[in-house]
């Protein structure tokens, strides 16, 4: 019996590229505080999944929750500035 190996080329290729490039990692940190947030919120829910979530473990959900779409609104407003703007400052 033969056993398949994930990084042999005949079930995966290897390519030599496989680490991110400097686009992807700009991408990561410009949305980076978006994803704390809503790394947070699920935290938050997670919390109380196997539990009736108290006073304030759903103030803790509310406040997750406003964090997460202050983050949205201001990367969708540092993209339109820099759209507008013609390029990343």
């Known amino acids: 019996m033969k056993s398949i190996v994930a ?3 005949r079930v995966t290729p290897w ?3 496989l680490e991110p490039s400097d686009a992807e990692l700009d991408a990561i940190e410009w949305e980076m505080p978006l ?3 809503d790394v ?3 935290d938050a829910e997670i919390a109380v999944l196997d539990r009736t979530p108290s006073e304030l473990d759903a ?3 509310r ?3 406003r964090r997460v779409l202050a983050a ?3 990367l969708v407003n540092r993209a ?3 759209s507008l703007s013609g390029g990343v400052a």
Request: proline content about 4%; overall charge positive.
């Open 35 to 37: 994803i704390l947030a």
């Open 59 to 61: 103030q803790r959900i």
């Open 15 to 17: 390519p030599d590229g």
């Open 72 to 74: 949205r609104r201001d």
């Open 7 to 9: 990084l042999q080329d």
């Open 80 to 82: 339109a500035a820099v």
């Open 40 to 42: 947070d919120l699920l």
């Open 63 to 65: 406040r997750a929750r």
